[in-house]
């Protein structure tokens, strides 16, 4: 076993199952992030703390045992591990789990702890394998502990790339993959073909599973579940990328200037039609955006409230503190402003504002235009860092939420305006 113990295929193994692991707990907090909010999926950290503390306790206890055992107990923590992980999102998505209804609803606090139960058992196999191979390799542990280390580092940045290629309800084919690509050079190094057989079965029923169920179900009170309920509702874009899930979507229903807007239809000849679009990251939104309006109906500008500095200074240079779906960006350039500073740290809004896309085709992109500058990162940070004098600063409509459906978006997780 020694022998074993000094084998690159060893190495190779422990540090793809550490970044398995690793790639697993960030999987899994963006499937919250999603799917419900993503303060719900920090405790995936201490789910995956607890695993390693109950593997860690046992083997201490029974260490004997775990010598006596190594090899069948290390063979069938590496064949379930994969497998578990597509397994317990499929079952944790099934559970109906609504924070909103906490406190509420007596029976969420159950289904919070299946939820924890859950996603908690995939970690104990990983704990397991890493703990057996610690304890195979207590000779060379320095060696064992950098395989560790450094197959946790470079797994994470393979989870970061994949962000930008795997969508966010296959996101744990990422860590599965790991697992996969683990078990691969594990059994096969040691030819042992009937356990690798095994996890390909098993590995291969769970895609099937996960394929067959809601891998990311939304929370009802999600800002995109108004939007898909919208008789009339389609998406028109999605992009994902570890900048977030971005979706757009069209609807006659969207409306994102109340107010003084609402007189535009007693006096004005004609309305535009359809003139939002509403935009989601991750769920959360909607942030507006507007259509192109025809130049017969740019009237229509003079009756939304962002208007009213435009009627004080006139060809006024403005900074927009946050582009979000640039509907302020709109205003300003329908009120002839002199410049106009727009700021967005989102490179994902920005390429769904800016690029060619149909977002753009609908926008008729107003931000190609030479008295546009975007600066690609926080206003308030590049307002902290210039001495240029603007006489409209804009902060309205940073990602507003709109009166479509009142109180429906008390929970946000932005802080635009703090």
């Known amino acids: 076993m020694e022998r074993r113990a000094l084998d690159l295929s060893f190495y190779i193994s422990v540090g793809l199952i550490a970044g398995a692991i690793i790639a697993l707990q960030i999987g899994i907090m963006r499937v919250f992030a999603v799917g419900t909010w993503s303060h719900f999926g920090s405790f995936v950290i201490s789910i995956a703390m607890l695993g390693f503390g109950v593997m860690s306790a046992a083997m201490c206890v029974s260490t004997p045992a775990f010598r006596k055992y190594w090899e069948p107990l290390i063979t069938g923590a590496l064949v379930v591990f994969g497998p578990l992980m597509l397994l317990s999102n499929a079952v ?4 109906g789990f609504n924070p909103i209804e906490l406190v509420a609803n007596p029976e969420q606090k159950f289904r919070l702890f299946y939820l924890f139960l859950v996603y908690f058992i995939p970690f104990l196999p990983g704990a397991l394998f890493l703990g057996l191979v610690f304890l195979r390799g207590q000779a060379v542990f320095g060696k064992v502990y950098f395989a560790d280390l450094a197959g946790s580092g470079l797994c994470g940045l393979v989870f970061l790339a994949g962000l930008y290629v795997v969508p966010p309800d296959w996101i744990l084919l990422i860590p599965f993959g790991l697992w996969a690509l683990a078990a691969a050079v594990w059994f096969g190094a040691a030819r042992a073909w009937i356990p690798l057989t095994v996890a390909a079965v098993l590995g ?3 895609l099937w599973v996960s394929a067959s169920h809601t ?8 800002g995109v579940s ?3 309920k919208f008789p009339d509702s389609k998406r028109i874009y999605r992009d994902y990328s570890p900048f977030g899930l971005l979706e757009g979507y069209a609807s006659s229903y969207l409306h994102f200037a109340p107010g003084l807007s609402d007189n535009a239809s007693v006096n004005l000849e004609s309305m535009p ?21 025809p130049r017969a109906q740019q009237a229509y500008f003079e009756f939304l409230p962002m208007y009213a500095p435009y009627i004080v200074k006139t060809q006024p240079d403005v900074f927009a503190v946050q582009l979000g779906g640039g ?12 410049s106009l500073t727009v700021a967005e740290s989102n490179p994902a809004l920005l390429r769904a504002l800016t690029g060619d896309g149909p977002i753009t085709r609908l926008t008729g992109n107003p931000l190609n235009d030479a008295k546009v500058r975007i600066v690609p990162y926080d206003g308030r940070l590049h307002l902290a860092g210039v001495r240029d004098r603007y006489d409209v600063i804009d902060l309205s409509l940073a990602d507003s939420t709109g009166l479509s459906h009142a ?5 946000v997780e932005k802080y635009n305006y703090t």
Not at 279 to 291: C, F, H, W
Not at 327 to 338: F, H, Q
């Open 215 to 222: 891998r990311i179900e939304v929370n009802q009170f999600k």
């Open 92 to 95: 944790a998505q099934s559970l």
């Open 407 to 411: 109180g429906g978006f008390a929970i």
């Open 204 to 206: 291969a029923g769970a």
């Open 226 to 228: 108004y939007a898909r």
């Open 327 to 338: 509907i302020s960006s709109n205003v300003a350039l329908a009120a002839d402003a002199r």
């Open 273 to 293: 039609k359809n003139a939002y679009l509403a935009l989601y990251i991750d769920s959360d939104g909607p942030i507006g955006a507007m259509k192109r309006i």
